[in-house]
């Protein structure tokens, strides 16, 4: 589908792409990752003309792009960006619009594929439609820039950075999204991070940079048992079979678990909790907002006044996250287990550190 050959980008004296040479195949997911200044985001630029290469060739379907005027190119390559780009003067909808506008779409087209697309990123066509984009919060404007990217249904995908500048679980959130959409979609991708565990999550394969070069191209499984040279076993870590649980998910693992209000009595806390060691609370959406302590409850106390009401943004996980993730949730809240919601935040279950662990003991990992 997409085949650089020996590709070259030089800025003076300094060599940004060094003969690189890499081939995505249709409906792949390439994630190009290194040190910053590596030649990454370059590399995705030359891809759409955005950038002209010093030498070598790309390649789409078997057809040099340098043949193709460039903005015919990119009209048919979406490219979504980390900070978005969205333009602050149009709605939601006619930033979408952007490109079926450009290609001259019926507006009962356009109107349809805008519905389409917030339908697919999970935002109500009817609430986000007519908003503007200092109306939503980070995340929602990262979608927004996904679903232009998608507007016109081009088959190639590049992506710089798409999901950063954002909270831990919106990231987790968006990543579980694109992992939804590619599914259903199978665009071609190629997709730009600095985060080796967001690489190796989404990524079919990786091409790991330094300097320009290409140094190991090849499947997140090859990379973390057989990294090519020290340069890559640095990269990614001596914890490389931790990474590995990056690419299992938790929803097999995630068990029902109790929870209270803050409106119930300290009788109906106590029963909950039983053997635990402690509950989660959830608010009248059914919403994590705390925990409460097996050794804080009293009978001449509330549940409101047992309640620890910490982050529960940084503790929860979407049943999207991985088995990494939930380990490194754990380990950073100090917590032996944590809860998961749905897309809507809602407490769903939860997933333990035995599970992880006996994940990892069963060879899953």
């Given at each position: 589908m997409?085949?650089?050959?020996?590709?070259?980008?030089?800025?003076?004296?300094?060599?940004?792409?060094n003969d690189l040479?890499?081939?995505?195949?249709?409906?792949?997911v390439?994630?190009?990752?290194g040190?910053?200044?590596?030649?990454?985001?370059?590399?995705?630029?030359?891809?759409?003309?955005?950038?002209?290469?010093?030498?070598?060739?790309?390649?789409?379907d078997?057809?040099?792009?340098?043949?193709?005027?460039?903005?015919?190119?990119?009209?048919s390559?979406?490219?979504?960006?980390?900070?978005?780009?969205?333009?602050p003067h149009?709605t939601v909808?006619a930033?979408?619009a952007?490109v079926p506008?450009l290609?001259h779409?019926?507006?009962?087209?356009?109107a349809?594929?805008?519905e389409?697309?917030?339908?697919?990123?999970?935002?109500n066509?009817?609430e986000?439609?007519?908003?503007?984009?200092?109306?939503l919060?980070?995340?929602?404007?990262?979608?927004?820039?996904?679903?232009?990217?998608?507007?016109?249904d081009?088959?190639?995908l590049?992506?710089d950075?798409p999901?950063?500048a954002?909270?831990?679980l919106?990231?987790?959130?968006?990543?579980?999204?694109f992992i939804r959409i590619?599914?259903?979609?199978?665009k071609t991708?190629?997709?730009?991070?600095?985060?080796?565990?967001?690489?190796?999550?989404?990524?079919?394969?990786?091409?790991i940079?330094e300097?320009?070069?290409?140094?190991?191209?090849?499947?997140?499984?090859?990379?973390?048992?057989?990294?090519?040279?020290?340069?890559?076993h640095d990269?990614?870590?001596?914890?490389?079979?931790?990474?590995r649980?990056s690419?299992?998910g938790?929803?097999?693992f995630?068990?029902?678990?109790?929870?209270?209000?803050?409106?119930?009595?300290?009788?109906?806390?106590?029963?909950?909790?039983?053997s635990?060691?402690?509950?989660w609370?959830?608010?009248?959406?059914g919403?994590p907002?705390?925990w409460?302590?097996q050794?804080?409850l009293s009978?001449s106390?509330?549940a409101?006044e047992t309640?620890?009401s910490?982050?529960?943004?940084?503790?929860a996980?979407?049943n999207?996250?991985t088995?990494?993730?939930?380990?490194?949730?754990?380990?950073g809240?100090g917590?032996?287990s944590?809860?998961?919601?749905d897309?809507k935040?809602?407490?769903?279950?939860?997933?333990?550190?035995?599970d992880v662990?006996?994940?990892?003991?069963?060879g899953?990992?």
């Amino acid at each position: 589908m997409i085949r650089l050959e020996h590709v070259t980008k030089v800025y003076g004296e300094t060599v940004a792409v060094n003969d690189l040479s890499i081939e995505i195949e249709k409906g792949e997911v390439c994630i190009l990752i290194g040190p910053s200044g590596c030649g990454k985001t370059t590399t995705l630029r030359v891809t759409n003309r955005l950038l002209e290469p010093t030498s070598g060739h790309i390649f789409i379907d078997g057809r040099d792009i340098c043949q193709i005027r460039p903005e015919r190119l990119r009209r048919s390559i979406g490219y979504a960006i980390q900070s978005v780009g969205l333009f602050p003067h149009l709605t939601v909808a006619a930033n979408i619009a952007t490109v079926p506008e450009l290609l001259h779409w019926g507006k009962d087209d356009i109107a349809r594929r805008v519905e389409e697309l917030l339908i697919l990123v999970g935002l109500n066509p009817v609430e986000y439609a007519w908003k503007y984009p200092s109306q939503l919060s980070g995340g929602e404007a990262q979608r927004i820039g996904v679903a232009r990217a998608l507007a016109a249904d081009p088959p190639i995908l590049l992506m710089d950075e798409p999901f950063g500048a954002v909270d831990p679980l919106t990231r987790e959130r968006l990543q579980a999204q694109f992992i939804r959409i590619q599914q259903e979609l199978k665009k071609t991708v190629i997709m730009v991070t600095h985060d080796l565990d967001e690489a190796i999550r989404l990524a079919d394969r990786i091409a790991i940079m330094e300097l320009g070069r290409l140094v190991q191209y090849d499947t997140p499984e090859t990379i973390l048992s057989r990294p090519a040279n020290k340069f890559v076993h640095d990269f990614v870590g001596t914890d490389r079979a931790l990474k590995r649980l990056s690419r299992i998910g938790i929803g097999n693992f995630i068990r029902p678990c109790p929870s209270v209000k803050t409106s119930d009595s300290i009788k109906e806390v106590a029963a909950a909790i039983g053997s635990r060691r402690s509950v989660w609370v959830v608010n009248d959406e059914g919403r994590p907002i705390g925990w409460i302590d097996q050794s804080r409850l009293s009978e001449s106390v509330t549940a409101r006044e047992t309640i620890f009401s910490g982050d529960i943004h940084e503790i929860a996980l979407t049943n999207q996250a991985t088995l990494r993730e939930a380990l490194s949730r754990m380990l950073g809240q100090g917590f032996k287990s944590i809860p998961v919601v749905d897309d809507k935040a809602r407490l769903i279950g939860e997933i333990t550190l035995h599970d992880v662990e006996a994940a990892t003991a069963d060879g899953e990992a």
